[in-house]
């Protein structure tokens, strides 16, 4: 996919139905980190009042992908493989999680993929509470490989 079609795809994310629906924004700071966050609404709590899970893990989702698919290039397939997330404490209010892969992350994966034909990078990232408290720590399981 060329650059044109993945910067247009970024703006239009905070759109995009699944995170609309839940109240995720995502903010992107530079070629390399993404802050996400998302206000307790109506269409976010839980039964006890707090944050729902699966909004909690929404907001998680898509950002390490994204962002590996534009660092490395075209000539590389990224895609989710598996994910987990543990549940702190119950997030009230805002939570952010920000997302940020360094360079020399980067120059590793494709280093791997192109010595190994694919590799498997893990990320992990802290859903935080206003007061910076864990509310919930996610880790992503990626799938890393050159294009034939």
């Known amino acids: 996919m060329n650059s044109f079609w ?6 239009l994310i905070n759109i995009y139905p699944p995170l ?13 980190t993404i802050r996400v966050e998302m206000k307790l ?5 839980n039964l006890v009042g707090v944050h ?3 909004s909690l893990y929404a ?7 994204l962002a590996l698919i534009r660092l490395l290039g075209n000539d590389y397939i990224v895609w989710d493989k598996a994910a987990s997330i543990k549940f702190v404490s119950p997030g009230r209010g805002k939570v952010t ?5 360094p ?4 120059d590793q994966i494709r280093a791997d993929a192109d010595r190994d034909g694919k590799t498997e990078p893990t990320f992990s990232v ?4 206003e007061e910076g408290k864990v509310v919930a720590h996610v880790e992503k399981l990626l799938y890393v490989r050159r294009k034939k």
């Open 59 to 65: 907001m998680c989702d898509p950002w390490y992908m």
């Open 6 to 11: 993945l910067r247009f795809r970024e703006r």
């Open 20 to 32: 609309l629906g839940a109240g995720i924004r995502a903010q992107k700071i530079d070629e390399r």
């Open 41 to 45: 609404t109506p269409f976010n709590v």
């Open 97 to 101: 999680a920000t997302f940020h892969i």
């Open 103 to 106: 360079p020399e992350r980067v």
């Open 52 to 54: 729902f899970g699966g």
């Open 126 to 129: 802290d859903v935080l509470d």
